[in-house]
């Protein structure tokens, strides 16, 4: 009987993983609601990148985001209003998708290392924080706003619903990575819980 190489397995675990995130993002990101008052539209986009952060941690989902902004920039329409191509990214809300990085990585770090819910929450606060950071420097950059203003118009009003959807990846973005690994199909370099 053959043994199985057991790095090439969970080699493809991680692949399959990665890319299941990047397309539940595709998925997620294009789903918006555009607000009269800002360009920004309401996205279950940061709620997808954090429970991609928490199933994959801060490498592979840091990666699954990389992957869907290079599937957005090639035209496809994945980015909010079913939109896609450079000019998505050069526009006003192109700094609050490379933001998507910054919330992946910093996020996925602590659901990675760490194993306490408060600790979690902290992360996808300073997370959403790097993402509002760039997302609103580019946006004043663009519209010509003062920081005040691009506050006022890409982050203050949404606050409450990027709560919710923390609180959400809460409840079920580790229930779902416990159910990865008692099915044996967590990726190699993710933490167990």
Known sequence: MK?????????????????LMAAILCIAGPLSLAVPFSPVPLSLATMAVCFSACILG???????????????LCGLPVF????????????PTGG??????????????????????????????????????AGTAWLCFQAHLTFPQGLLMGVIP???????KMLLVLVTGPAVKKR?????????????L
């Open 58 to 72: 801060w490498k592979l989902g840091t990666l699954s985001v990389f992957i869907y902004l290079l599937i957005g």
């Open 80 to 91: 909010s209003g079913f939109s896609g191509g450079v000019a998505k990214l050069a526009g």
């Open 3 to 19: 043994r199985e190489n057991t790095g090439d397995h969970n080699k493809t675990k991680a692949m399959v993983l990665t890319a």
């Open 96 to 133: 609050y998708l490379i933001g998507y990085l910054f919330l992946a990585f910093i996020s996925g770090w602590f659901f990675h290392y760490f194993r306490r819910p408060a600790v979690w929450a902290a992360g996808m606060v300073l997370g959403n924080a790097a993402c509002y950071l």
């Open 180 to 192: 990865l690994l008692a099915a044996g199909l967590s990726a190699a370099d993710t933490d167990s």
């Open 158 to 164: 949404y606050l409450p619903g990027d709560l919710v």
